[in-house]
């Protein structure tokens, strides 16, 4: 199975500031790298697939980069409404999926 | 627009069973992977099973191989988890997600998400 590795597992920051999440794979996944937004008591959004491709309607000062085993979730400039868990996912496996553990932002 | 809502969950004991479902809306559900995440409380996301868009493939998490199956009515646009032989640690809060993937080397990702229904084993 492959692990992905988060760090950190928290963090904090000020208004303003460039934040940077990374995501490690235990084995080389190429670009199958997904990473998702969670708000307290909601539902997951996705943010980045593909390891660097934006999805429609989030906000351009997120952005993914990274491939093979280890990858960035960068925000740019970090607003009040970035407070939450942040995950990665990996999505090389053919048979099972694995999270990282997350990261929590904490304004 | 594009809606997942689950539903059935609720509290069972250990060794109990239970059905969820999930309903979709807006968009082909016939032709769309479905997978289910769930995340226990205070833990993060685990990604639990999923149903292939043709074919009828399902894969599973170790965790759950064996006693839970999932399945799918492409004529009521409706996923469904059964869960089997529960345990307190299979207590989450159970999403449902809807799978895309792109055309061009077939990157897969969750786009969208239900609110979840909420499981609870215990006696």
């Known amino acids: 199975d492959i692990q992905m590795t988060q760090s950190p597992s928290s963090l904090s920051a000020s208004v303003g500031d460039r934040v940077t999440i990374t995501c490690r794979a235990s084995q080389s996944i190429g670009r199958y790298l997904n990473w998702y937004q969670q708000k307290r008591g909601k539902a997951p959004n996705l943010l980045i697939y593909a390891a660097s491709s934006l999805q429609s309607g989030v906000p351009s000062r997120f952005s993914g980069s990274g491939s093979g085993t280890d990858f960035t979730l960068t925000i740019s400039s970090l607003q009040p409404e970035d407070f939450a868990t942040y995950y990665c996912q990996e999505s090389y496996s053919t048979l099972m999926w694995t999270f990282g553990q997350g990261t929590k932002v904490e304004i | 627009e594009v809606q997942l809502v689950e539903s059935g969950g609720g509290l069972v004991q250990p060794g109990g069973s239970l059905r969820l479902s999930c309903a979709a809306s807006?968009?082909?559900?016939?032709?769309?992977?479905m997978s289910w995440v769930r995340q226990a409380p205070g833990r993060g996301l685990e990604w639990v099973s999923a149903f292939g868009a043709t074919g009828g493939a399902t894969y599973y998490a170790d965790s759950v191989k064996g006693r839970f199956t999932i399945s799918r009515d492409n004529s009521k646009n409706t996923l469904f988890l059964q869960l089997n032989s529960l345990r307190a640690e299979d207590t989450a809060v159970y999403y449902c997600?809807?799978?895309?993937?792109?055309?061009?080397?077939?990157?897969?990702?969750?786009?969208?998400w239900g609110k979840g229904t909420t499981v609870t084993v215990s006696s």
């Open positions: 807006g968009f082909t559900f016939s032709s769309s992977a």
């Open positions: 997600a809807k799978e895309t993937v792109t055309s061009q080397n077939y990157y897969y990702y969750l786009d969208v």
